[in-house]
Structures are given as C-alpha cells and as structure tokens.
C-alpha cells in the first residue's frame, strides 16, 4: 500500500557496530526525510534532503550520518551507537520540501545493545 | 513549554461516542495545521488539514482558533477503527525557512 518502503524492518546492533538504513519512495516526490520516533516523545526530524535545501537538525549525533545518492534512496549509515539510540527510525517523503503532506515508510525499529 | 501540546490520553470510549481532542501551539509563526493518525506499531498517516474556517470530512471536524492558539479534532460516532493515536501537527514558516512540529499525539481506544 505505501509507496515508501523501508529495510531492515528491525534491527538489532552492538555498540561497536556499522550498519545501514535504506529507503526508497516510489512516488516521485522530491524531498526525503528521516525521523526518530521514541517512547514518550514526539517525532523529532533528524535530516531533510530536497532540491531546495539540505537540513540537519543540529542536535543529532554525528553517529547518524545521513547520505542521499538521488531522489528515490535515502540512507541512514549508524556506527557506535548508543543504548539511548533504540527508537523507530522513520523514512517519509514528500512533493516538496517543507510539505505539509508526508508519506511515511513502516520504519526500523531499531534496539543497541 | 512545548511547541505544540496535547492531552497524551488515553481516552477511552464506547462505540458511538463523540470524542474530542485539543492541541496547543505556542509559535506565532504558524502557518498550517494537520491532524496525522498513527495506529499502534504503524507509521504517521494524514489524516486532515485545519482550515481556519474549520472543515469537516465524515464523522471528523477539525477546527482551528488562531486567537487562542489551539486545533481541534472532533469524531462523532466512534468505530472500533478509530483507535489509534492522533498526531498534531504545525507547520512553522520562518523566512524561507519552514517546518513541521509534531505534538505528542493522544492516545484514543474506541471500546465495544
């Protein structure tokens, strides 16, 4: 049903590893968004790729590196992790930057051990 | 305080029942208002816009009160479907800079 799809679904990382989050919109939008959503807090927008503008929230670690190799892929890369980085990490993407209207991917649920 | 307040819930309710939510914003700024849905373990979906002469789409009416600094969301006759969280949602225009904040959401279960 969505066009925003998301790999993996769940995630499960040490510390000490590196590992990738993918996503994918299928609907020729032109901006894409990442955003962690955990327990007890609002969804807080980490990055913002669009033909207008590249965001970054200032508050994320530099252990969440963001990557955007054209308008349909977005990467997550992580490495190092922290405990207090387990949240879902969501993909959504939208016509334009700054749209009210986003359409979100099902997101990784991702837990540091 | 927040940008962007609402009662966590959960509110619970019988079929049938008219139940009401309220989000407060706290930047002059803002533009634009959404009400998002999100189902347990799924993602965001859109669910309305607030116009500020309020507007309606089936059993759902949203309404916002710009002097007050607050949206509503109103759902008449509550189905078993309905549960789920509400996400408020503002969109912040700052020069050529805009963006959306998100609320907390409210927690509503709809009860046989």
């Known amino acids: 049903e969505t066009g925003v799809t998301q790999t993996p679904r769940h995630l499960v990382m040490g510390m000490t590893n590196k590992k990738s989050l993918k996503c994918e919109q299928h609907?020729?939008?032109?901006?894409m968004y990442w955003y962690k959503q955990s327990a007890k807090k609002p969804l807080e927008l980490m990055f913002v790729?669009?033909?207008?503008?590249?965001?970054e929230n200032n508050s994320v670690p530099s252990r969440f590196s963001p990557e955007c190799p054209n308008s349909s892929h977005l990467f997550l890369h992580l490495h190092t992790l922290q405990p207090e980085d387990s949240a879902l990490y969501l993909c959504?993407?939208?016509?334009?930057?700054?749209?009210?209207?986003?359409?979100f991917g099902p997101g990784t649920r991702l837990t540091v051990t | 305080r927040k940008e962007v307040e609402q009662d966590p819930g959960p509110f619970n309710v019988p079929e049938g029942a008219t139940v009401a939510f309220n989000c407060t914003y706290s930047?002059?700024?803002?533009?634009?208002f959404f009400w998002y849905r999100q189902d347990c373990r799924k993602e965001p979906k859109l669910l309305m816009s607030?116009?500020?002469?309020?507007n309606e789409d089936g059993r759902f009416t949203a309404q916002l009160n710009r002097a007050s600094q607050y949206i509503s969301l109103l759902i008449r006759d509550s189905k078993l479907s309905d549960s789920a969280t509400y996400l408020c949602?503002?969109?912040?225009?700052?020069?050529?800079?805009?963006?959306?904040?998100w609320g907390l959401g409210t927690s509503l279960a709809v009860n046989p």
């Open positions: 959504a993407s939208s016509v334009q930057g700054g749209s009210y209207e986003q359409y």
């Open positions: 609907l020729g939008h032109n901006a």
């Open positions: 790729y669009s033909l207008e503008e590249r965001v």
């Open positions: 930047n002059s700024a803002s533009q634009s």
């Open positions: 607030v116009y500020s002469s309020g």
């Open positions: 949602v503002v969109r912040v225009h700052a020069g050529n800079n805009r963006k959306l904040i």
